[in-house]
Antibody, heavy 121, light 112 residues
Framework: EVQLVESGGGLVEPGGSLRLSCAAS????????MNWVRRAPGKGLEWVSY????????FYADSVKGRFTISRDNAKTSLYLQMNSLRPEDTAMYYC??????????????WGQGTMVTVSS | QSALTQPASVSGSPGQSITISCTGT?????????VSWYQQNPGKAPRLMIY???NRPSGVSDRFSGSKSGSTASLTISGLQAEDEADYYC????????????FGGGTKLTVL
C-alpha cells in the first residue's frame, strides 16, 4: 500500500524551531519528487516547498523562504521539513505530498494524513 | 504569489450538476495546462480529482470533469451525490524566475 506518514508536529513558541518528518512506503521513493503543503485553521491549502528525487531542485513559497528547509533521505525513504523562526501564522496542518510524476508542475497524487504545528506563546 | 480565485461556496441538490470556477492570470492558469483539483473532507487528507486540466486519476468517478478557458479553469460535478459534499481546491503551476505552485482559496460544496 502506498503510504505517507507525517510526524514531528507540536506546540512551539514564536521564534522556535521544529522538524517535521514524512515516512514513505509502497512506492520507489528515490524516483519521486515530494512536497510539503499546509492548511491553516479556517483557511485554504498552501503549497510550502518542493524537492526533486535527487534533491537537485528545491523550491519554496515566499512565505517560508529563508526560514524553512526541505530535505530527504532516500536510503530511509523519508522527507523532512526543518522549520526555524516560526511565527503564529505558520500554525497549520502540514501534509507531505507526492507528485504524480517527477516535476514541480505535476499534481499531488498521494497525501499523508498530516501533522499539526501550533506556534503560540 | 496571489492565490487563485474560487467562489467561497456552491450548492446543489442531489442529481443536479454544479460547476466550480477557478480564476487566475496568464502567468498561471492561462500560461500552462498544469491545473489540478483536490477534494478535502473534514479531518481528512486532500484527494486528487483532476490533473492537467481534464484528466481523471484511476478510481475517480466520471461524474467529475475539468476544463479550462483562458485563465479560468472549471470543475464540474454531475449527478450530485451527498458524498460529494466537501471542500474543493484548484491549483496551478507558475513558471517564473522562482518556480512555484499556487492554490485557490477553496470552495465549500453543500449538497442540499
Amino acid at each position: 500500500e502506498v503510504q505517507l506518514v507525517e510526524s514531528g508536529g507540536g506546540l512551539v513558541e514564536p521564534g522556535g524551531s521544529l522538524r517535521l518528518s514524512c515516512a514513505a512506503s509502497g512506492f520507489i521513493f528515490d524516483t519521486q519528487s515530494m512536497n510539503w503543503v499546509r492548511r491553516a485553521p479556517g483557511k485554504g491549502l498552501e503549497w510550502v516547498s518542493y524537492i526533486s528525487s535527487g534533491s537537485s531542485y528545491i523550491f519554496y513559497a515566499d512565505s517560508v523562504k529563508g526560514r524553512f528547509t526541505i530535505s530527504r533521505d532516500n536510503a530511509k525513504t523519508s522527507l523532512y521539513l526543518q522549520m526555524n523562526s516560526l511565527r503564529p501564522e505558520d500554525t497549520a496542518m502540514y501534509y507531505c505530498a507526492k507528485n504524480r510524476l517527477p516535476g514541480v508542475h505535476e499534481a499531488f497524487d498521494i497525501w499523508g494524513q498530516g501533522t499539526m504545528v501550533t506556534v503560540s506563546s | 504569489q496571489s492565490a487563485l480565485t474560487q467562489p467561497a461556496s456552491v450548492s446543489g441538490s442531489p442529481g443536479q450538476s454544479i460547476t466550480i470556477s477557478c480564476t487566475g492570470t496568464s502567468s498561471d492558469i492561462g500560461g500552462n495546462n498544469y491545473v489540478s483539483w483536490y477534494q478535502q473532507n473534514p479531518g481528512k487528507a486532500p484527494r486528487l480529482m483532476i490533473y492537467e486540466v481534464s484528466n481523471r486519476p484511476s478510481g475517480v468517478s466520471d461524474r467529475f470533469s475539468g476544463s479550462k478557458s483562458g485563465s479560468t479553469a472549471s470543475l464540474t460535478i454531475s449527478g450530485l451525490q451527498a458524498e460529494d459534499e466537501a471542500d474543493y481546491y484548484c491549483t496551478s503551476y507558475i513558471s517564473s524566475s522562482s518556480h512555484y505552485v499556487v492554490f485557490g482559496g477553496g470552495t465549500k460544496l453543500t449538497v442540499l
